[in-house]
């Protein structure tokens, strides 16, 4: 296994018994077995862990969004589910996100923001080459991406009720809402 690897691995065996901001940089390279140079040659701070994760996690979970039919399906994507089914369990007495990374939310949030909205472009550009969009993938991604955060965020507090596979029923939904209408001549 290599370091970075045994890098993410300890991060998220650290994560486990631990929050994420009680977890340090000494922590991380006493958990993994690596120097602190060979950390650092891979991330440049814990928070480069975690939008690394992020961005691994976009990529799975939007991997079944690869053409028009895709994106227009009436049932959402299994990976939509699992990322719904995944907080099920925690909803209602959840601490915002930000408030459990400490200091690094607001530069986590952003960050990962981006790759999200990042990976939603790609993959609307790979679905629809050459489309003449009404509206831009680049807007259409970021109107995407604060629809999955904010339904994602408001269910996992109790603010909003139904299964893991109603929320992502609903959320695809609203996706296929706006991509559809993008599509329309202006």
């Known amino acids: 296994m290599n370091s970075q690897t045994r890098i993410l691995r300890a991060f998220t065996q650290l994560l486990r018994d631990r929050e994420y901001r009680q977890i340090t940089i000494a922590d991380l390279i006493d958990t993994a077995q690596v120097s602190r140079s060979t950390f650092y040659r891979h991330f440049s701070a814990k928070l480069g ?3 690394f994760l992020h961005q691994r996690r976009f990529a ?3 991997c079944e969004l690869n053409s028009p ?3 227009q399906r009436p049932e959402p994507p299994a990976s939509l589910v699992a990322m719904f089914a995944r907080f099920e369990g925690q909803r209602a007495m959840h601490r915002s996100f930000s408030d459990t990374l400490g200091a690094d939310g607001e530069p986590a949030l952003k960050q990962i923001e ?8 790609e993959r609307l550009e790979l679905a629809f080459p050459g489309q ?23 269910w996992r507090q109790g603010q909003a009720c139904g299964s893991a596979e109603a929320m992502a029923a609903l959320v695809h939904r609203h996706s296929r809402a706006l991509v559809w209408d993008a599509l329309q001549p202006a």
């Open 49 to 51: 862990i975690l939008t």
């Open 60 to 62: 799975t979970l939007l």
């Open 114 to 121: 981006q790759a999200l909205i990042r990976h939603l472009s």
């Open 69 to 71: 039919e895709d994106w």
């Open 132 to 154: 003449a969009w009404a509206v831009p993938p680049r807007a259409i991604a970021l109107s995407l991406a604060g629809l999955y955060q904010t339904h994602l965020s408001h």
